[in-house]
DNA sequence: CCGATTTAATTTGAGAATCAAAAAAATAAT
DNA sequence: ATTATTTTTTTGATTCTCAAATTAAATCGG
């Protein structure tokens, strides 16, 4: 009885050598041999032998040294690697609320084209989803010339409980119906590797390999936005949970019997400081000048607007409070908050990080970095073509290794 | 040049596989080769080799299959494997408020002996807490009549902020001072292997290795004590944050500015649900009737005392919101409430596990299981006790593998 | 300009860990 | 006794890696 496709030991030990010089490459964009062997602890041999196969499977190119490196330094010159962009087209999802955003990047992670398609309706039906998707998608293509069969593989990246491991989705803001299969129905329209995850775990995604956690190991990531999401990286690898829905630091509860949140509780961090909860709050204002953004209300605030400036402030503690508590819990190297307004103007201030300094441990170490990072409106995007890049990525190692077999 | 103690990557692996096949062998107490190859995905043949070496080490024992197993089964008969617990002999210790645990155990885990050493005082400066708890391991083995020399490794488990990669004691209860190098100060006393940890985490092993925990491998553990700790296992490891001070669920904040709590913090839940919070809001009580401990406040909870009941459930909402958000961020697949009283009893009512339930980002799929598990007052020694094995376990390997080169 | 020096990359040969398949061992069934 | 069955061990091959030696490609110094 012939165990076929059971990983061997050894079949792991050789798809982890080269998983790490292809994950070194990317981390680092373009790298010496010798480099990758110090960074990765493999002898110069192990390198110079996987980075040969992976030069022949054409995922990877070398870089000539482009200028002469005038500062006198001795002996044979470094040849770095890079990866080849051409080798694959990969295709980054966003399903927000009014729209949906594709954006198409090359295997190096370039941006090649991106699209955003109105959405007449928030809440669809999983098959008019797809529909929408893979409309998005084939619009997205056509602008930048590609042919939707030279995408390897795409990423949905969607607000909601999503169980990726499985590419399920538990429930969204965009879908009417709970526990879908998205997996299987997108399989149906498309023809190429398909993932599906949570859009915050996305941006952490984007974070670790385009962001600021790039060279990061363990960081959290914390998205305000309509609601607030948090991805969880431990030792490189997205923190999941068991039924794929952990990292709810939104619908995290800070008071009990608290102000109602849009999933019926009462109490959560979103209630206080996402962007509907201050909306909320904000129309007790006098009628003529209730603000409806965001911005008006910051602006009120900033004017001297006592109310205004009363609503942020709560808003300001809760945060400070629910950061405290991540580093309570997790105590991160980094926090990264993540948005694509700017929310931190009024989120992430000075007062707050004073405030949770206070909450936090007393520890004589120093307090875990809390940065803050304003992408563009591609942000869920990106973060979704870098989940599926990496998805691809492991998949070609993982032919790689077995057709040398 | 040479490179001598980079641990080479085929060593990692060779270490791996000894190592997965000792844990097999410990989870499971007495198992044959060949479902020990089931279990871990090895070939039989490599089972063979490294359990011949396990032997030889003196690590492992073969197991006499003990009756005919009469259900008639044809075929050679397996011969099952277990641990040789006279390969070593490994101490835990708890340092407590008003004594020091020790407890022996053999390799396999069987309790040799243990002893319980009163301390005069709670706090104490580290030279003093040293020489306490030297003079309660050579207590304990007296008693036990065990060599001091026969120890092969020990971990001392305290309350308190460690870094257990580098047996760091940021801040202790039981000390005076802070940033205590603990491992330093224990091992001019001692020869042996010595490990300092954190107590709640020293629960979390005792569960992985003997407990309800023992064939999961992501679980949390939650102590009730006289304040509030909390174990976190994700993939078989115990998880400790980058400065070693995680987990501090008893200090995250449930209420902005809320009840003072030990640290000196506001708003921490152990402030609300630890036993030194309820006797605070107890003395409230008439005089007369003024329970001086959890026990009595519980049963005059029970007999219909209104102002004890509110101040039991009030803890137990507390409680419930804590646990929440425990699931709510780590989605574990598992939660165990340990504790050597009855804190259970009523912390863990129904009523609480239905208020979590409710506090719950809701999926359908089942909850994590919540189970409680009420240890003797040997809990936190047998933790330290597991740690220790494990650890000593791992050098076991590690130099098997050094001294086969 | 040419050898000496330096650094990077490759080749070579060997060691080690694993595995598949075959063989051996130990028992039950017939 | 013979056959069937199951576990364990042995054998031989594979292959991943590494150390050391070698080759490659540059600078430096005279």
Redesign the interface.
Known sequence: MPQID??S??GE?RES?RQQVLETIRAQGAIARIDIARET??SPA?VTAISAELLEAGLIREVQPEAKPTTGKRGRPRVSLALRGDAHKIAGIKVAHSSITVLVIDFEGNELVDHDMPLVQARMEPEQLCNAIVTALEQCCRKGSIGLADISGLCVGMAG?VDATRNFV??SSSLTS??VDMGAHLGQHLNCAIFVENDANLVAKAEHLFGKGRDVS?FIVITIEHGVG?GVV?DDEI???????????G??????SGALCQ???R?CLEAYVGDYALLREARLLSDEATPQSIGQLSAAAREGDALAGSILERAG??FA?GL??II??????LIIVSGTHSSMDYLLTPQVIEEMR??V?????PL?EVVQHSWGQLMWAKGAAAYAVEKVSAQCVRRLVLDAV
């Open positions: 059971r990983p030991h050894t030990l050598g602890g493999m192990t409980l538990y429930w709970r526990n363990d948090m431990i923190y999941r949970g068991t039924r794929g829905c952990g990292a709810e630091f619908h995290t509860k800070v008071q009990l999933c019926g509780q109490g503690r809760m409070m405290a508590n309570n819990i997790f105590d991160p190297e206070q909450s441990v007393q520890v004589d170490a875990p």
